[in-house]
């Protein structure tokens, strides 16, 4: 356990460290971005970088499973902390806010009126899921796996918001990147719930946890950095950031916690 609780909190402060500059380089390469095309310059090499550190983090994470093993990283999530409540505040918040924005799109964006129901309906579920995580000590695990489903299908569908958003280019960097932070939150979830299930995967939810912290960290910083210098202006796609933002704060905790709470039960069981 020693050795494979070391090997998780190498992974987690490597990622860590890789985040807080791929954040910074991201920002930097808005210093090369073509406002009216939508577009990083052609050949511009800040882009290129964070484009390198990005499949250099993502396949660092990828292999964590091959060198620690599964029976002994952490099995059973840590009891919330004062900051995983509030994270799991600003979660519920998040959602309500692409809530409130997701009901009003429907005049801008050409979302099928079925997919823009279902979104609405699903967010709903996923502030749940966070609300009964700050509220209630005990949850039923039925009650959080049903709401946890809410969460990936409110992720989904607002992947789809954007995915028809008929002025941002298809491969804009804006939405491509967006979209791959989404679905990488969607597949934390999954193995989130399973966890919430018993049916934890540990080597499977702590690569997926740090990929999705790395990804949604970096976008979600920078491009509130691109919001607030006035490069991007759709109130949609700040509302994801914040999200994105706001779920990179709860998946950080969640691991720290972990991990800290594992560190105590090993060093009681030497005692």
């Known amino acids: 356990m020693k050795r494979s609780l070391f090997s998780l909190r190498f992974y987690l402060i490597l990622t860590a460290a890789l985040s807080l500059i791929g954040a910074v380089l991201r920002s930097l390469s808005f210093l090369q971005f073509d406002r009216e095309l939508g577009y990083f310059d052609q050949g511009a090499a800040l882009p290129m970088l964070f484009s390198i550190l990005t499949v250099t983090t993502l396949a660092l994470t990828a292999t964590l499973p091959l060198l620690v093993k599964d029976h002994t990283l952490p099995r059973e999530r840590a009891k919330p902390?004062?900051?995983?409540?509030?994270?799991?505040?600003?979660?519920?918040?998040?959602?309500?806010?692409?809530?409130?924005?997701?009901?009003?799109?429907?005049?801008?964006?050409?979302?099928?009126?079925?997919?823009?129901?279902?979104?609405?309906?699903?967010?709903?579920?996923?502030?749940?899921?966070?609300?009964?995580?700050?509220?209630?000590?005990?949850?039923?695990?039925?009650?959080?796996?049903i709401c946890g489903v809410c969460v990936?299908?409110?992720?989904?569908?607002?992947?789809?918001?954007?995915?028809?958003?008929?002025?941002?280019?298809?491969?804009?960097?804006?939405?491509?990147?967006?979209?791959?932070?989404?679905?990488?939150?969607?597949?934390?979830?999954?193995?989130?719930?399973?966890?919430?299930?018993?049916?934890?995967?540990?080597?499977?939810?702590?690569?997926?946890?740090l990929a999705a912290f790395f990804l949604c960290f970096t976008v979600g910083l920078s491009n509130l950095f691109a919001f607030t210098a006035g490069i991007y202006t759709d109130i949609t796609y700040l509302a994801q950031d914040l999200l994105l933002l706001a779920l990179s704060a709860y998946i950080g905790i969640r691991v720290v916690g972990d991990v800290k709470a594992s560190s105590v039960t090993e060093s009681e069981s030497r005692v």
């Open 81 to 145: 902390s004062i900051l995983l409540l509030s994270a799991n505040g600003i979660a519920a918040l998040a959602f309500a806010l692409n809530l409130v924005r997701g009901t009003l799109i429907r005049g801008q964006f050409k979302v099928p009126v079925l997919v823009w129901l279902l979104g609405l309906a699903a967010m709903i579920g996923a502030i749940a899921y966070f609300v009964i995580g700050l509220l209630v000590d005990s949850p039923k695990s039925d009650t959080l796996v």
């Open 152 to 209: 990936i299908l409110a992720l989904a569908c607002l992947l789809s918001f954007t995915y028809f958003d008929p002025y941002t280019q298809m491969n804009a960097p804006h939405k491509t990147t967006n979209h791959m932070a989404l679905i990488l939150l969607m597949l934390y979830t999954i193995y989130e719930l399973r966890a919430v299930s018993g049916r934890m995967m540990p080597r499977a939810l702590y690569t997926a946890s």
